[in-house]
């Protein structure tokens, strides 16, 4: 386990001296979502060695850590309290800290029913583009007090400062998890998938790929049995299923083309050819696609459709405020300047 | 000069009845829930829709007049407290539902409508909007997104925050923002958690999307009694600690269950020290295997009575006496002072006591009411407002209990907002370089300082003003207390 250091002093010193010397920085954890959104302006600004539990309350539910902390230690940490992140980031090659999970805002299967990061960040401490450090939030469950920026910076990319560490709140794990294939058409798939939205129901994360259902149920032994027992001619299956779709390892996602994510609206069935082509999470509401085969136009109503990578993201449509808000918090343009333009 | 001429404007704009000027209509309107600060607006709008709301905006923005934004006025730190110079914009009339998806499982809304009447329009299709504060009967969705409002169900369910999809928002400069949208994610940054407790400060919030969550098949209500603060707190951390999130945690000290006992008759008993309310909610077997648990946690953490409640109107009975311990509070004294700290759960025990202590140092009334499972306290301190030397020492009071909040790592709000009331404590929960970060961000969307000026974030003027006169020669208040 990679042992406990507090690298803040440099970390900072680093950006003080990237304002004097007019330099650009570009922030970066394990680089293991350099596909996903990687800054090449600036010299490179390391968060890896600024690692370590900083407090875990089991009792309370949260947990403060270094931006550098691998997801693995963390995940190891709050497992010996039966304990989880429940938004379940991904760690693209078994890797990433939790700095890049903050910055990138990606979430794993289980979005729809236990939320994404921004849920669980209870605060923030960081080093804006003036070179000061700052905490937001706190680490209780509530807290008001000011504008809530620490959730502000998940998904943001690092424009608007480094990020020093986190607080979270964690879950307690379910008593018991199983996984459930079954073999639909997509149209009947869907009925069951809005379903485990419009009702009370033990699953926790699914997934429809070439016509197979994967539904996970958690809950007490009960809850789960009864309500694989409510799915006739259902074959049980690992449940590492999700940890492969959640890392993209998955047989699916191993392909040279370029992988495209398109999000739907609750509740809008996406319109699609029942193949191989494309691979629907969230209810239905994500969709992954490869360019060539996968029409994403085709898929409906649809929120947004575009290439698995940030670093060319179009200009968003509140860029006016997008703009000065990233003068508010870094007037020099030190921070990943090239993303989210 | 400038105020006459945007009243003209607005009066040239609005239909009549959406204007109001005379002191008899606009006298209603001069303070929300915190009472102890009024001030009669010169002019009040009433939008019958969002092109009303930016039409005004764009007066106020064109003369440089300020805005307070309002919903139903019932927010307890005076956000909504009117300017002596400004428009008071009321969103009242913007009081449809605009849309319900009973596929995704939405409702699309405008900022008027009650909380509860979004619950009460979806309960036939077995739907309903999860966060449920104590008002819920009547104040705005609006104003819960602006302060981010909590309820006894959020420890399961989340806060407003957690159960928002879409916002509209109108700037001061005339701009429409759409944020989020009807799915879980959006592409670029997402805004939303900005402008969830705002308070006003950054836009109006004219059009919201909430998520509506299925309801729970099987519910049931435990009430634990104890002889002692303290065992109560402990049973807080156990059941925490034991892997159950339950949909509510609730805990009421003597004062406060023998006032809702009093006013509601919910047969809390009388001579508990403290009282634990527990709900669970879910499938059949969920809830029994729950219930088994707690029940155990409570008897080995010294319940020394426990009842419960499965029939709804068993539970609704329970809850109705904890939904009704501020106006149950109020028939005890003349006035109260609502506070709303919030604290790392292990030290409830601690700051209980350290609660009496001030309490009885300063001579008055505590009596406390609070979400145990968030850690979320609402001491409410007793008073006479006809009595300025108690008033004074009610306020100190208030400003001890949050000071002692913050020492334990905690917040000085977690619910109500910070509004005019809370600026001071804010100055011991904040840095220099932080309040100014926090007011360079409201610049981005009120580049003319002319939403809601005053309120939430405290000038650094204000802070050193107050720091002179609480820290007494750099020594922070109880050090006895661990510090993190
Ligand atoms: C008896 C009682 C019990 C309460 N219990 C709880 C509780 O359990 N949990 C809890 O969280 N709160 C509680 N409150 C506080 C209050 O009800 C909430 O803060 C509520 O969210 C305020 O809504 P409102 O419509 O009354 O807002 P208002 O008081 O009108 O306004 C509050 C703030 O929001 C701003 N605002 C309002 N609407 C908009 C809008 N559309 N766009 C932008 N800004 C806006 C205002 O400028 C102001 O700053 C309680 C209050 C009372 C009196």
């Known amino acids: 386990m990679t042992q406990p250091f507090d690298d803040s002093q440099r970390l900072l010193d680093s950006v003080k001296q990237a304002v004097a010397q007019k330099r650009q920085l570009s922030i970066l954890g394990h680089g293991t979502k350099a596909h996903y959104a990687r800054s090449t302006h600036g010299d490179a600004l390391q968060s890896r060695d600024h690692v370590g539990v900083i407090e875990y309350q089991p009792d309370e539910l949260t947990i403060s850590v270094r931006a550098g902390t691998p997801l693995t230690v963390i995940a190891e940490t709050l497992d010996q309290h039966n304990q989880m992140l429940a938004c379940d980031p991904p760690r693209f090659f078994g890797g990433g800290t939790i700095g890049g999970a903050v910055a990138s805002g990606l979430s794993g299967p289980g979005r729809p029913w236990y939320g994404n990061l921004r849920d669980a960040v209870l605060g923030v401490e960081m080093i804006n583009g003036l070179g000061e450090r700052l905490t937001f939030g706190g680490s209780v469950m509530k807290n008001v007090a000011g504008f809530d920026i620490s959730r502000m910076m998940v998904g943001s990319l690092g424009v608007f400062g480094v990020i020093l560490s986190v607080n979270l709140r964690v879950h307690p794990k379910p008593e018991i998890e199983r996984t459930i294939s079954l073999d639909l058409n997509w149209d009947d798939a869907w009925s069951v998938l809005c379903e485990t939205i419009a009702k009370p129901t033990a699953v926790t994360a699914t997934c429809y790929w070439s016509g197979s259902l994967y539904l996970r149920l958690a809950g007490n032994r009960a809850s789960v049995e009864e309500a694989c027992s409510s799915f006739p001619s259902n074959t049980e299956i690992e449940n590492d299923v999700w940890v492969h779709l959640r890392d993209h390892e998955h047989s699916f996602f191993q392909s040279s083309e370029e992988l495209r994510r398109t999000w739907l609206g609750r509740g809008l069935q996406p319109q699609i050819e029942n193949d191989e082509s494309n691979l629907i999470e969230w209810a239905g509401a994500q969709v992954w696609s490869f360019k060539v085969h996968g029409d994403s136009a085709a898929l409906g109503q649809r929120i947004s459709s575009e290439p698995f990578n940030r670093s060319s993201a179009a200009p968003s449509t509140e860029s006016k405020y997008m703009r000065r808000l990233r003068r508010a918090f870094d007037p020099h343009q030190l921070f990943n300047s090239d993303l989210l333009l | ?484």
């Open chain 2, 1 to 484: 000069m400038s105020l006459e001429f945007a009243i003209e404007l607005i009066k040239s704009t609005l239909p009549r009845d959406c204007v109001l000027t005379d002191a008899t209509a606009t006298t209603p309107f001069e303070t929300d829930g915190l009472t102890a600060y009024r001030q009669r607006p010169p002019v009040v709008a009433l939008p019958r829709d969002t092109n009303d709301v930016r039409q005004v905006l764009r007066i106020c923005h064109e003369t440089g007049v300020p805005v307070v934004t309002r919903g139903a006025g019932t927010g307890l730190s005076g956000g909504a407290l009117p300017l002596e110079n400004g428009v008071l914009l009321v969103l009242t009339k913007m009081n449809r539902i605009l849309e319900v998806d009973e596929t995704g499982c939405t409702a699309t809304v405008q900022p008027g409508v009650t909380n509860l009447s979004i619950s009460d329009a979806v309960a036939d299709k077995g739907l309903y909007y999860a966060p449920d504060p104590s008002s819920q009967i009547a104040c705005s969705i609006g104003g819960n997104v602006a302060e981010n409002a909590g309820g006894v169900h959020c420890l399961k369910y989340g806060l407003t925050l957690h159960n928002v999809l879409g916002l509209k928002v109108q700037t001061i400069e005339g701009d429409e923002l759409t944020l989020g949208g009807n799915g879980y994610e959006s592409s670029g940054i997402e805004l939303i958690p900005l402008f969830v407790g705002s308070e006003g400060m950054l836009g109006v919030v004219t059009e919201i999307t909430v998520k509506l969550l299925p309801s729970p098949p099987c519910k049931e209500v435990l009430l634990g009694a104890f002889d002692d603060v303290e065992s109560a707190g402990e049973c807080v951390a156990a059941i925490i600690a034991r892997g159950v999130v339950p949909a509510g945690l609730e805990m009421m000290d003597a004062l406060a269950i023998q006032a809702a006992e009093d006013f509601v008759h919910a047969g809390y008993p009388r001579d508990a020290a403290t009282i634990l309310l527990c709900e669970v909610d879910g499938t059949k077997e969920q809830v029994r295997s729950d219930v088994t648990l707690i029940r155990q946690l409570m008897e080995t953490n010294g319940a020394v009575n426990i009842r419960s409640a499965s029939e709804p109107d068993e539970r609704d009975l329970l809850w109705q006496g904890r939904k009704a311990a501020f106006p149950a509070v109020g028939r005890i004294s003349p006035d109260y002072y609502c506070m709303d700290g919030t604290i790392p759960r292990r030290f409830l025990g601690k700051i209980l006591s350290s609660i009496a202590l001030l309490a009885a140092k300063h001579e008055l009334r505590v009596a406390n009411v609070f979400h145990a499972g968030d850690g979320n306290l609402h001491p409410l301190i007793l008073y006479d407002a006809s009595d300025d030397e108690q008033l004074h020492r009610a306020e100190r009071l208030g400003v001890e209990i949050l000071e002692l909040c913050v020492a334990v790592g905690g917040t000085v709000t977690g619910e109500h907002g910070v509004g005019v009331e809370k600026l001071d404590p804010m100055c011991s929960q904040f840095s220099t370089p932080e309040l100014e970060q926090f007011f360079r961000l409201k610049e981005v969307f009120d580049t003319s300082g002319l939403m809601n000026p005053g309120k939430a974030i405290p000038t650094l003027a204000h802070c050193s003003e107050i720091k002179g006169m609480h820290v007494h020669g750099g020594k922070l208040p109880f050090p006895e207390l661990d510090r993190f």
